[in-house]
């Protein structure tokens, strides 16, 4: 009867011990009380294929492939090691990612938000966290209404260990090279091959910016753009397009304290035109009015619409050349005295001009269609008999070739021709009609005389 009873006893026991145990087939007993793990100081070590594979230390830290784990979760591996996160759905809403909250609310700009940092261990358990992209509060945040914040991204130089901002998106999603503040980038040059930017674009201390906009404190340029590519085409150094509609838009609208444009065109070795300034303008429809190139100038001692200078010491010089009607609502000629020296007075005019031959004549537009000649009929004189007369009035003139403005070949040979300067004959009409004044009044004085006479003879 003892044995029975001992023996049952045993039996219950081991029944109640199997029950608290583990199983691996699944549990149904466990609750809200039930652990897996350590109850003392000893870290929990979880194995596959008797290699131990995560490691759960003591302070909570969880490590994978290590067993001394540096962070919360730290994964160790031997090369190309990642984190794989995968969803199966694609949508506006979906897709994996990694998500990094700070727990409270930021409380003033510069709060850490969080970080992705990347570096070396240095073979041994240092940190070396040499590049990174960190975010922070753009401000204090208020719950569900402002939660204002840039992202910075960090880079260490050669021969330093501290990280260094060197870009960074703003909350109002410019981007800054350097810090919000100035920033020294360093001696070497800091290029980008391509970048595409689909908002903004700043250089400069915080403000209100242009979709590009640099602000320059020091001396130099404000943006230096160079063309180092030699070829047969023509590349834009800069090149701006804003059509807004029909009739808005400036492609550059440009300000500045001497000059609003500093343009200059090395045309070097080419015999092709150089420009400086090259304006054009056109239509569509046949309305409105279009300026190629259009002057303004005000509020000065002397305001000067367009002014132009040519050079006199190489080849044909002109301030300003048109091919086509010229109008002017005022004109004026430089006659002061002080400029001039040998004045002498013009005599014989009238005999001279009694040598030109007037004429009527129409200009050949079809053969020199470049040099776009007025139609119809014209009076005036021909340059080869005034030149004969007055060759002072008459000057060697040339309408330049026309090239093609991308292969650069001639498309129209350049032409050389005499012209006139009728302005010049004003002082010879001028003259003249003050020889004839002077001759009609000798002839008056001679018939006065002879008058005189015959009634002398008369009272006799």
């Given at each position: ?91 506006a809403l979906s897709g994996s990612g990694m998500i990094g909250y700070a727990k409270e609310l930021p409380a003033a700009a510069g709060n850490r938000l969080g970080y992705f940092l990347l570096g070396s261990r240095g073979g041994a358990e240092a940190n070396y966290n040499t590049a990174g992209m960190v975010g922070y509060a753009a401000g204090a945040w208020t719950a569900g209404s ?94 701006a397009t804003s059509v807004q509609g029909d009739g808005y838009g400036y492609g550059v609208s440009a300000e500045g304290g001497r000059r609003g444009v500093n343009a200059s065109a090395h045309g070097r070795s080419s015999s092709a035109a150089a420009y400086g300034v090259y304006g054009s303008a056109s239509g569509s429809t046949g309305v409105g009015d279009r300026y190629g190139v ?167």
């Amino acid at each position: 009867m003892q044995k029975q009873l001992l023996l049952s006893l045993l039996f219950s026991v081991l029944c109640f011990n199997l029950q608290a145990q583990w199983s691996l087939s699944g549990n149904s007993n466990a609750t809200g009380t039930s652990k897996l793990g350590t109850t003392n100081a000893i870290p929990l070590r979880l194995f596959t294929n008797n290699v131990a594979r995560i490691y759960l230390a003591t302070d909570g830290k969880a490590g994978i492939g290590t067993s001394s784990p540096q962070q919360r979760l730290h994964v160790e591996g031997t090369s190309n090691q990642a984190i794989f996160v995968n969803t199966s759905a694609v949508g506006a809403l979906s897709g994996s990612g990694m998500i990094g909250y700070a727990k409270e609310l930021p409380a003033a700009a510069g709060n850490r938000l969080g970080y992705f940092l990347l570096g070396s261990r240095g073979g041994a358990e240092a940190n070396y966290n040499t590049a990174g992209m960190v975010g922070y509060a753009a401000g204090a945040w208020t719950a569900g209404s402002s939660h204002p914040a840039y992202l910075s991204f960090e880079t260490t130089a050669p021969g330093s260990t501290t990280r260094s901002e060197r870009l960074r998106i703003d909350a109002a999603g410019y981007m800054l090279p350097g810090t919000a503040a100035a920033q020294d980038l360093g001696s070497e040059m800091k290029q980008w091959e391509r970048a595409y930017l689909s908002s903004g674009f700043s250089i400069g201390p915080p403000g209100t910016y242009a979709a590009v906009s640099v602000v320059n404190a020091t001396t130099g340029r404000g943006i230096s753009v160079e063309n180092t590519y030699r070829g047969d085409s023509h590349l834009s150094g800069v090149l701006a397009t804003s059509v807004q509609g029909d009739g808005y838009g400036y492609g550059v609208s440009a300000e500045g304290g001497r000059r609003g444009v500093n343009a200059s065109a090395h045309g070097r070795s080419s015999s092709a035109a150089a420009y400086g300034v090259y304006g054009s303008a056109s239509g569509s429809t046949g309305v409105g009015d279009r300026y190629g190139v259009y002057g303004y100038a005000y509020g000065g001692g002397t305001n000067i619409g367009v002014y132009g200078y040519a050079h006199t010491s190489v080849g044909t010089s002109y301030a300003g050349y048109f091919v086509g009607r010229v109008h002017a609502t005022s004109f004026t000629t430089t006659s002061d005295r002080k400029f001039k020296t040998d004045i002498k007075p013009l005599t014989s005019a009238l005999t001279q001009l009694q040598k030109l031959r007037p004429t009527t004549y129409r200009y050949m537009t079809k053969e020199y269609k470049q040099m776009n000649l007025p139609e119809g009929k014209q009076m005036g004189l021909v340059a080869d008999e005034v030149k004969q007369v007055f060759p002072n009035l008459v000057e060697q003139a040339v309408h330049p070739a026309q090239y093609d403005e991308e292969t650069l070949k001639e498309i129209s040979p350049e032409v050389k021709f005499e012209g006139v300067n009728y302005q010049g004959l004003i002082p010879v009409l001028v003259a003249s009609v003050q020889e004839q004044q002077q001759q009609l009044e000798e002839k008056d004085r001679a018939v006065g005389n002879t008058v005189k006479q015959a009634g002398g003879h008369a009272h006799h």
